[in-house]
């Protein structure tokens, strides 16, 4: 029997131009590729010759369930094919990554695994917000704000301070995550932002307070929110966020 291979793959937060040269490279090189909801569709065409489907979920939406989504993994590659799994971010963040892994692992499928920018790291920095910062953040907690005593549980094994917390699928649970950190000792007053669609052109940054969380204008596009006083930093690294070479006119070669 043909036993086809599945490589797993993380696409970073939107644009293609963040996936890295190897996702891309099997990106154009596959047979099917299997694509979530948060991965931008538009960018696979004229990467890729291969059948693509979607097989996401948005929060709160009906979709193709998770053992579905195996099943289409393992029958496609027991047709011989070279499957990709493309998802947004990394696949081991919160990404469900390991759950596929173990299915195709349990099945016989040989898979392999391609770390993306997970967007827990790719949207502050996107924003100008450096995750950790000598002096200010010496570690990052990151963590889902879909369920909130999950939330409460893991915040309540860490001292505030020197820390930065992100907080995924956290949006639409803004309360929550306010109240969580609130009761783990976190002060009205920390530095608090939300960057919304990151790496797409829809990209929007929030900057306030934790006091002023809940009240942030931010849509219901996907978004992360990062705590902590490395969000001040942004005052000065996002003055050059977006910039590039060509924008600000510096060709190759210099004058
Ligand atoms: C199911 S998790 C997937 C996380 C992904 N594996 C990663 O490493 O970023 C979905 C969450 O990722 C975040 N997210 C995904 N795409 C985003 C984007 N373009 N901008 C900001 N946040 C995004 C949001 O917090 C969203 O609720």
Known sequence: MTVGFVSIIGAGPGDPDLWTVRAARRIAEA?????????????????????????????????VCQQTIHELLIRTA???????????????????????????????????????VSTAIGAPALAGIPVTHRGVASGLLVVSGHRP?????????????????????????????VASLVECGWALETPTA???????????????????LISAECGLLPGVIVVGDVVGVREIV?????QTAATVGVRRGGS
Do not use: N
């Open 31 to 63: 047979d099917v590729v299997f694509y979530d909801a948060l991965t931008d569709a538009a960018g696979l065409v004229g990467r890729t010759s291969a059948r693509c489907f979607s097989v996401g979920k948005r929060a709160g939406e009906r979709g």
């Open 78 to 116: 027991r047709r011989g094919k070279h499957v990709v799994r493309l998802k947004s971010g990394d696949p081991f963040v919160f990404g469900r990554g390991a759950e596929e892994s173990i299915a195709l692992a349990a099945a016989g499928i040989p898979f392999e695994v391609i770390p993306g």
């Open 149 to 177: 005593e999950i939330l409460r549980g893991v915040l309540s094994g860490v001292r505030p301070g020197r820390l930065t917390v992100v907080v995924l699928m956290g949006i639409a649970r803004r309360p929550d995550v």
């Open 194 to 212: 939300i960057v919304t669609a990151a790496a797409t052109t829809a990209q929007e940054v929030w900057t306030g307070r934790l006091d002023t």
């Open 238 to 242: 996002g003055r050059f966020a977006g």
